[in-house]
């Protein structure tokens, strides 16, 4: 009898464990308050994720005398909140459930008052550095629907954002160090091919027809374009607010978002150059692509949008190269020579990404958007054949929301639920990995990291699991409306800033330029197996696949 209650409670024992480990696995983020309030930092070895948090102005619209979201900036790396009366936070902390006021750190915290100059020479320029160097780099924004993510990203043309910063700072320290040819582009997630003339020709072609795309696109939307005189030309952030308000209130349509952006020749110019060492022995290609994550589907932003309803977008997938790292399959990747022809590319891009009307937000953003820049350094030579691939993704995620609040109707519901639910696996992603940092030299098992169950996240991986660095930029409104989102997305952001994330050794230092030519040849040659008998992996055609001592690339769907 003792041996069966024995039996009994190792049974009992067991099933509470593997509840635990199936509660923890599933839905780590159950309890967000909970898993906030064992942040702690000497929970933490190691480098962390960099996180930066910037606190919006109010808009005069948002002005109110009666309340307003208290936030106290103690320092550059903390600050309290306090909830108003008319939050749910505050409501609860009447019954003893949550506190009335928290305490948050950060990497560095910006102000109202912080210019979009110093936001990118602080919170940005040394990932640039790092993408010029090899590094590959992830930059994304976090935060409630209109907190100012794509202002921080985008800025405005005499105001610029952190992304065509970025591409100025890119050009402005390659100078005059561009690789002629056009016989060299990037496949995969960070593996280089060499072009025939036949193919060359392709990518000239494509090139100037996504460039008519933009053209037909300006030409439409000409007849309304916005002033640039309605625009402040003063770097001055506190005329942050008011552009914000000019562009709310101007872009009632999704398609004139891109009116705030006219020609590139009015553009502001950054004049940032970096020194990356041994730059002079050095030549540069450079490549950016656009794409979107819409419902659950990545589309290519620089494809021409159908002209009617029953015309629709081919949604492309993911696949994962041979050391594990995940691309979008079939993403066009556009060779540039300067900022401005990035620009074009950029506002093409912006035309087609999805924007709706909401109450909180005349130009919410549908979709999560991923701008790509992607560098192939070479020693100067008439034909190298060894490469270095690095890239840079900045991702403006769109905004977290209820729909009560934003009174939105049934695809807005629908985009809404997809967008929440990417980020709530977003925030899965985190917890898993903070949960496995904590028990890590303990006997407990790990947390399975659920990168799977998002696009978005199946993109981040790579980044998340060492091979490249990461940076999040967290963006907050001093609204009372969205104050209980707003916390949510710091207690996030304080989980996010407890893992570390150690750097992986560097897969991809060179690459052999692999040439179409032989690829069929190479392909049968590592294809036959142990019996001599041919084993095709997976494989659409030869011609896809890129061979070579470090860039063995077998392609597979995810």
Same mark, same amino acid.
Request: overall charge positive; some cysteine.
């Given at each position: 009898?003792?041996?069966?209650?024995?039996?009994?409670?190792?049974?009992?024992?067991?099933?509470?464990?593997?509840?635990?480990? &199936?509660?923890?696995?599933?839905?780590?983020? %159950?309890?967000?308050?909970?898993?906030?309030?064992?942040?702690?930092?000497?929970?933490?070895?190691?480098?962390?994720?960099?996180?930066?948090?910037?606190?919006?102005?109010?808009?005069?619209?948002?002005?109110?005398?009666?309340?307003?979201?208290?936030?106290?900036?103690?320092?550059?790396?903390?600050?309290?909140?306090?909830?108003?009366?008319?939050?749910?936070?505050?409501?609860?902390?009447?019954?003893?459930?949550?506190?009335?006021?928290?305490?948050?750190?950060?990497?560095?915290?910006?102000?109202?008052?912080?210019? &979009?100059?110093?936001?990118?020479?602080?919170?940005?320029?040394?990932?640039?550095?790092?993408?010029?160097?090899?590094?590959?780099?992830?930059?994304?924004?976090?935060?409630?629907?209109?907190?100012?993510?794509?202002?921080?990203?985008?800025?405005?043309?005499?105001?610029?954002? =952190?992304?065509?910063?970025?591409?100025?700072?890119?050009?402005?320290?390659?100078?005059?160090?561009?690789?002629?040819?056009?016989? +060299?582009?990037?496949?995969?997630?960070?593996?280089?091919?060499?072009?025939?003339?036949?193919?060359?020709? %392709?990518?000239?072609?494509?090139?100037?027809?996504?460039?008519?795309?933009?053209?037909?696109?300006?030409?439409?939307?000409? &007849?309304?374009?916005?002033?640039?005189?309605?625009?402040?030309?003063?770097?001055? #952030?506190?005329?942050?607010?008011?552009?914000?308000?000019?562009?709310?209130?101007?872009?009632?349509?999704?398609?004139?978002?891109? %009116?705030?952006?006219?020609?590139?020749?009015? +553009?502001?110019?950054?004049?940032?150059?970096?020194?990356?060492?041994?730059?002079?022995?050095?030549?540069?290609?450079?490549?950016?692509?656009?794409?979107?994550?819409?419902?659950?589907?990545?589309?290519?932003?620089?494809?021409?949008?159908?002209?009617?309803?029953?015309?629709?977008?081919?949604?492309?997938? +993911?696949?994962?190269?041979?050391?594990?790292?995940?691309?979008?399959?079939?993403?066009?990747?556009?060779?540039?020579? #300067?900022?401005?022809?990035?620009?074009?590319?950029?506002?093409?891009?912006?035309?087609?990404?999805?924007?709706?009307?909401?109450?909180?937000?005349?130009?919410?953003?549908?979709?999560?958007?991923?701008?790509?820049?992607?560098?192939?350094?070479?020693?100067?030579?008439?034909?190298?054949?060894?490469?270095?691939?690095?890239?840079?993704?900045?991702?403006?995620?769109?905004?977290?929301?209820?729909?009560?609040?934003?009174?939105?109707?049934?695809?807005?519901?629908?985009?809404?639920?997809?967008?929440?639910?990417?980020?709530?696996? /977003? #925030?899965?992603?985190?917890?898993?990995?903070?949960?496995?940092?904590?028990?890590?030299?303990?006997?407990?098992?790990? =947390?399975?990291?659920?990168?799977?169950?998002?696009?978005?996240?199946?993109?981040?991986?790579?980044?998340?699991?060492?091979?490249?660095?990461?940076?999040? =930029?967290?963006? =907050? #409104?001093?609204?009372? /409306?969205?104050?209980?989102?707003?916390?949510?997305?710091?207690?996030?952001?304080?989980?996010?800033?407890?893992?570390?994330?150690? &750097?992986?050794?560097?897969?991809?230092?060179?690459? %052999?330029?692999?040439?179409?030519?032989?690829?069929?040849?190479?392909?049968?040659?590592?294809?036959?197996?142990?019996?001599?008998?041919?084993?095709?992996?997976?494989?659409?055609?030869?011609?896809?696949?890129?061979?070579?001592?470090?860039?063995?690339?077998?392609?597979?769907?995810?």
């Amino acid at each position: 009898m003792n041996r069966l209650d024995d039996r009994l409670s190792y049974l009992h024992a067991s099933y509470t464990d593997s509840r635990m480990t &199936q509660d923890s696995t599933f839905n780590p983020c %159950k309890n967000l308050n909970d898993v906030f309030q064992s942040v702690s930092i000497e929970d933490v070895d190691g480098e962390t994720l960099k996180v930066y948090l910037r606190v919006r102005p109010n808009l005069p619209q948002e002005t109110s005398k009666d309340e307003d979201v208290q936030i106290d900036i103690l320092d550059d790396h903390s600050i309290i909140l306090t909830a108003p009366a008319s939050s749910n936070t505050f409501k609860n902390s009447t019954h003893g459930i949550t506190k009335l006021s928290q305490k948050f750190t950060f990497s560095h915290i910006y102000g109202p008052s912080t210019t &979009q100059k110093d936001l990118f020479d602080t919170a940005t320029l040394s990932l640039v550095r790092d993408f010029l160097g090899g590094q590959n780099c992830l930059l994304f924004t976090y935060g409630a629907t209109n907190s100012g993510k794509t202002y921080t990203v985008q800025g405005t043309p005499t105001n610029q954002g =952190i992304l065509p910063r970025t591409l100025d700072v890119v050009f402005n320290t390659i100078g005059e160090h561009h690789y002629q040819k056009n016989d +060299l582009k990037p496949q995969y997630f960070c593996s280089v091919i060499r072009l025939d003339e036949k193919d060359i020709q %392709k990518e000239e072609e494509r090139k100037e027809r996504i460039f008519k795309i933009g053209s037909e696109l300006s030409t439409t939307y000409s &007849q309304s374009t916005l002033s640039l005189s309605k625009l402040s030309t003063s770097d001055d #952030s506190l005329n942050y607010s008011h552009q914000l308000t000019e562009i709310s209130a101007f872009s009632n349509k999704s398609s004139e978002i891109s %009116k705030v952006f006219p020609g590139v020749e009015s +553009l502001y110019h950054d004049n940032t150059s970096l020194d990356i060492g041994d730059a002079e022995n050095i030549i540069y290609a450079v490549f950016v692509s656009f794409a979107e994550i819409y419902n659950e589907y990545v589309y290519d932003l620089l494809e021409k949008m159908p002209t009617s309803k029953k015309n629709k977008r081919n949604p492309l997938m +993911l696949g994962e190269d041979r050391n594990g790292s995940i691309y979008i399959k079939g993403l066009q990747e556009v060779r540039v020579c #300067s900022a401005e022809e990035a620009w074009k590319v950029l506002d093409i891009g912006r035309q087609n990404l999805h924007f709706a009307t909401t109450r909180l937000n005349h130009n919410s953003s549908r979709s999560h958007c991923i701008f790509t820049i992607k560098v192939i350094k070479l020693a100067k030579a008439d034909s190298p054949h060894v490469a270095r691939v690095s890239m840079l993704s900045v991702c403006d995620l769109a905004g977290t929301e209820r729909a009560g609040k934003t009174r939105s109707n049934q695809d807005r519901l629908k985009e809404a639920s997809n967008i929440n639910t990417s980020l709530l696996v /977003l #925030s899965r992603c985190i917890e898993a990995l903070r949960r496995n940092q904590m028990q890590k030299g303990t006997k407990k098992r790990e =947390i399975p990291v659920p990168y799977r169950d998002s696009k978005l996240t199946r993109l981040f991986q790579s980044f998340f699991l060492g091979h490249g660095k990461a940076a999040m =930029i967290v963006n =907050i #409104s001093k609204t009372p /409306l969205l104050f209980d989102e707003t916390l949510q997305v710091l207690k996030f952001s304080a989980i996010a800033k407890q893992v570390a994330i150690s &750097q992986a050794k560097e897969e991809h230092t060179n690459v %052999k330029i692999s040439n179409r030519k032989s690829h069929f040849t190479s392909f049968v040659r590592q294809s036959l197996n142990s019996t001599g008998r041919l084993s095709v992996p997976w494989m659409k055609r030869p011609s896809d696949i890129t061979f070579g001592a470090s860039s063995d690339i077998l392609e597979k769907s995810v």
